[in-house]
């Protein structure tokens, strides 16, 4: 997971982490968690944050969840052009 984030930060474009800036979160987007990544799905909550799709635990139901309210982890955004 981690070399795939220094992939991210020399070949992609780096984006805020910031999720209330919901703007700049658009679906195919990289988020970086601290232990695992996951796709920006263009699926938004109520508040116009997107879901996340990832797989973070066997006894996970779904893959994609609206979790980036939740999560405190989040080390990096990124977007491949």
């Known amino acids: 997971m981690r070399n795939l984030q220094v992939y991210f930060e020399h ?5 805020t982490t910031d999720i209330s800036d919901t703007e700049q979160w658009q679906g ?4 970086v968690f601290h232990n695992h ?4 799905s263009d699926r ?3 508040n ?8 973070n635990s066997p006894w996970q139901k ?10 405190k ?7 491949v052009t």
């Open 11 to 15: 070949t992609a474009v780096k984006l």
């Open 28 to 31: 195919g987007d990289i988020v």
């Open 37 to 40: 990544i996951g796709i920006v």
């Open 44 to 46: 938004r909550n109520e």
């Open 48 to 55: 116009g944050v997107p879901y996340v799709i990832h797989h």
């Open 62 to 71: 779904r893959y994609e969840e609206d979790i980036l309210e939740k999560r």
């Open 73 to 79: 982890d989040i080390e990096g955004h990124y977007r």
